[in-house]
């Protein structure tokens, strides 16, 4: 999982460890997307707990400044947490991510990837058509297992 991510110096990515885990946190507020009722934090830490999920990092200079959280279920596979540090966004990271994560599901023999998009965060639906990506005609339905984070 290394090699070149568009213009620029060579990009490393790899699973993250627990080690990762503020540098990751980090990443992903500065991208915008930690919301009150998610903690990142447990998020992250829930994904590396677990056998069929990881969160992997793009690493340069040293410094995590990419990430994609990838797992299945047993019939989809599933991308959250798409991030590219804002300096570095627009030199092809965010298809390196994706690639990787689509990758990494087919590694585990999972047929199709999915992936949700926040209503209010729609401009982002643009740079997943571009990598193939389409709306689906569903409807998400949730309903929390646990007290969710207060907001
Ligand atoms: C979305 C995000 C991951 C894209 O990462 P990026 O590194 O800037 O994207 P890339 O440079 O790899 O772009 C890949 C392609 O998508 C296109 N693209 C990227 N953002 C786009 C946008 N907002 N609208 C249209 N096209 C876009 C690029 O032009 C590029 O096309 P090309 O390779 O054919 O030339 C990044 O902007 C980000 O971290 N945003 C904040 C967090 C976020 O919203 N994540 C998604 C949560 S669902």
Known sequence: MSGESGVGEPVAVRPCTAADGDAVVAL??????????????????????????????????????ASVMVGQEGHRGWMYYVAVDPARQGQGLGRRMVAEAEAWLTAAGMPKVQL??????????????RLGYATSPVTMMQKWLKTPPSP
Request: aromatic residues 10%; contains cysteine; negative net charge.
């Open 116 to 129: 949700l998009v926040r209503d209010t965060n729609q401009r982002v639906l643009a740079f997943y058509e």
């Open 28 to 65: 992903w507020a500065a991208c915008g997307l930690v919301v009150p009722w998610n903690d990142p934090a447990a998020d992250f830490a829930l994904a590396l707990s677990k056998p069929n999920a990881t969160v992997l990092a793009a690493v340069a200079d040293g410094r995590i400044v």
